[in-house]
Every structure is written in C-alpha cells, then in structure tokens.
C-alpha cells in the first residue's frame, strides 16, 4: 500500500539488487571505489554500445544477470543518452550517490561497489530543481492534486514549532505513514521491558495482508525478531510485517498510541492493512458501505469478521475507493508530533529502521547528517513525511499530503514533484 518512488520509466527505473556482500572491503584491497565506476559509467555512457568484456570488467554477475545481460545494460544505459556528472550528494567506501544530467532530465544516481570494487547496485531516480522560497513550494504543491496538506517546522524541547505550512492542520488519509504510530507503540513496549527487539515472531496465515511488501510470500512459521519486522514495516512499508506487529501489541495499543503521539483524529476502531484493504477489494462498495454504517461499537467485531476473509479473494483496484472514510489519518503537524515522538526515545533500533529508506529525497548528507522516512500511498493518496538532524543540531520535520477522492493521483509524476518541494523545504526551514 506505501508508494514505491517510480522512475522515468523502466529504463530510468534501472533499479537493481543491492550486494549483500559486506559494506567494506578487506584490508589491502585495490578494488574501485564507488567514484571511480561512476566516473567509468558516465564515460562509457557516449560510448554505447559497450563491448561485453568491458562491462563484465565493471558490472557484478548478479547486476549483469539482472538487467538483461550486456545487451539489456547497453540498451538502458543508451536510452538515458551521454550523461554529465553533477553534484555528489552522499558518498561512502561502498556508495555514491551523484546528480547527473541525462537525455531525460536531471537524474539522481545512486552506485554501489562489492568487495571486488564491481558494480552490485544502480539506480537512477528523477531528480527535480528544488523551490528557493516559500512561495514556490506553496505554488509547486497547489499544482499536483485538489486537496493538499502541508508543514515544515522545527523540533524543540516544547514540541513542533512551526515554521510554513499550508493546511497544515488539516487531517488527511495517510496512507502507510499511520506505521509511525505502530513503531511507536513496539518501542514503548520494549522500553517497558515488556518486550525485546530481539524476540522472535513467526509468520502466520492469519496475519498475513497485500503488497506492499515480501513477507506474505514467506512460508507460515518463518521467525523474524521484532526489530526485523520493524525494519521491514518502515524501510519497504510492508504490509505483512505491520499487522504482525499490530496483533502482536494489540489494536487498542496502537490506537492508545495515536492519542499519545497526539494525533487528532485517530482511528476507532484502528483497521489492520489487511482488514482496510479487504474492505476496498472484496465486494466493493458493498462490504465497505455496511461497514461504514455501523455504530462505532459494533466496528471492531465486524474488523474481526473482515480479517477472516480470504486473501485470494481479494482483488486490487487502481481508483479511488473511500478514502475519506476507509484510511488512517492525520494532519502534517500530527506527522511532526509523531515524529518528535518517535525521536525522543532515543532508541537506537528505532533510529535504525527509520534510516534505512530516505526515498530517494537527496539531502546533501554533510549538512544533513540523520534523515528518517515514511511515505503513503494508495490510489488517490500520496503522502511523504520526513524528521531530518541538521548538521548544528537542529530537528527539522517536513510532510506534504496529497489526496484526490475522485481520481489517482499519477505517482510517477507526483512523487518527484513532491520530493523536491520536501527537499526546498527542509533547505528553507
């Protein structure tokens, strides 16, 4: 159900699978650095077609395999035409990640280097002009869908202190961001002591839910330790691994947690993924309109009954579907209390699985040194949320909502869109 951030199409799209071969290499090695084969990528790029033991000599086995062999490289690297090395935005022993300009527009590349010094992982994502003043990014934001929400503020030891916002008090469908306050909830439990990260919880049929995600393909019984479910749950937003830990904490817990976050309009009672997703997809609009109509008392029974359902006899949509009465929700300012929540635990697990996936959004990592992530999506939703330490301290949140009740929003081109205006914002605030 969280948006995965869609490139130019398949051939910008040249995502790839990350080595999970060790992050450093061994001591004494003359392998190439991250720059030196982003540096050979963008020669090579005027030089298309390649010659097969020359991209052998740079590309890993796995990569080559993946993208088509040397003709599906060459292909791709030629529909991005010559490229032109701009900014570095992050760079480490394994990884570097450039601003290139393409036939396509400004791409952000992202490289990482095995032990060996080849290429394991690649991808190009749009990366889009950020707005210089607050007036843009009210402009930019207007233009992507009819109903939008928005807030950059500073963290301080008060709470939010907000700094632009644009209904920024107006609650929203979030989407998968609602995890925040699932994450929330497991960390007071582990500081509690009631709980571990380190504890063990097996897959089941009965808390399995949809994509997004891969745990709902993994066989019944596969033991995960919570940090592992949480990790999941936030860096890919899957699904499985959410309700997981929803039925693990209880429905209640979470929703306690909304209260405690502060959120201003929690969810009574809190759906799983999987019970909201069934109601949109098994027998719509029927099931979903009596559940609508139903007393608050009598929801959660009828949740239960939903979650029962077959998944297999769930079937995906692509319009809209009750947005504004099946969802989680909440305002930007909701986000950033959440946010500053989740920041003053202080736990390190926690700040783990929030730093795994910074989606894509490109932040200079020597100004901004911490960047935590959670986004949301679903036909006619999109929202993108961030917490970011600056490198003087400063705790800045930025979060934008996008929803249209009538129409999808179209990712491919919103997704970017708002990337940049987050990117703006954070630069401004």
């Known amino acids: 159900m969280i948006r995965r951030f869609l490139a130019v199409g398949t051939a910008i799209a040249l995502l790839l699978a990350l080595t999970t071969a060790p992050a450093t290499a061994a001591p004494g090695s003359t392998q190439d650095s991250p720059d030196t084969q982003f540096a050979w990528l963008v020669d090579a790029s005027a030089r298309v077609p390649l010659p097969a033991d020359e991209v052998a000599a740079h590309l890993d086995s796995p990569l080559l395999s993946a ?27 394994t990884e570097l990640r450039q601003v290139v300009g393409s036939a396509v527009g400004e791409l952000l590349g992202t490289l990482t280097v095995n032990p060996a010094g080849l290429i394991a992982g690649l991808r190009f994502s749009p990366h889009l002009p950020a707005p210089t003043s607050w007036e843009q990014v009210d402009a930019a934001l207007g233009s992507l869908a009819p109903r939008v929400s928005f807030a950059a503020a500073t963290i301080t030891p008060e709470g939010c202190a907000p700094v632009h916002g644009l209904n920024e008090r107006t609650a929203r469908p979030l989407g998968s961001a609602f995890k925040l306050y699932v994450l929330g909830a497991l ?11 380190d504890t063990g919880l097996p897959l089941r049929e009965s808390w399995k839910s949809f994509p997004s995600g891969v745990l709902q393909d993994q066989p019944d019984g596969t033991v995960l330790t919570l940090a592992e479910h949480a990790e999941h749950m936030i860096s890919i937003s899957d699904n499985t691994a959410t309700d997981h830990l929803i039925h693990l904490l209880g429905r209640g ?36 309109t009596v559940y609508t109509a139903l007393p608050q008392r009598l929801r959660e029974a009828a949740l239960n009954a939903v979650g029962r359902v077959p998944r297999t006899a769930v079937q995906p949509w692509t319009e809209p579907r009750a947005i504004d009465q099946l969802e989680w929700f909440g305002s930007p300012v909701d986000m950033c209390a959440a946010m500053a929540g989740l920041w003053q635990g202080h736990d390190p697990q926690l ?12 932040l200079p990592s020597a100004r901004f040194p911490t960047v935590w992530f959670k986004g949301g999506s679903e ?27 009538e129409n999808a929003l179209d990712e491919a081109t919103a997704a970017p869109q708002v990337l940049a205006v987050l990117r703006g914002a954070l630069q401004l605030a």
């Not at 960390?187 to 990260?197: D, P």
């Not at 909201?276 to 979903?288: E, R």
């Open 187 to 197: 960390a007071r439990e582990v500081k509690a002591g009631r709980l571990s990260w």
């Open 253 to 288: 817990e979470v929703q306690r947690q909304f209260a405690r976050f502060g959120n201003t309009t929690p969810n009574s009672p809190m759906p799983t993924t999987r019970e909201l997703l069934t109601l949109k997809g098994f027998q719509y609009p029927a099931a979903a």
């Open 351 to 362: 700040a783990k699985a929030m730093s795994i996936n910074d989606g894509g959004i490109a």
């Open 379 to 405: 036909p006619g939703v999109l929202t993108l949320s961030y917490l970011v330490r600056r490198d003087d301290g400063t705790l800045l949140t930025a979060s934008a909502m996008l929803s249209d009740p």
């Open 67 to 93: 993208v088509g062999g040397v003709d599906g490289f060459n292909q791709t690297l030629a529909s991005l035409g010559t490229l032109t090395a701009g900014a570095v935005v992050d760079r480490t022993p």
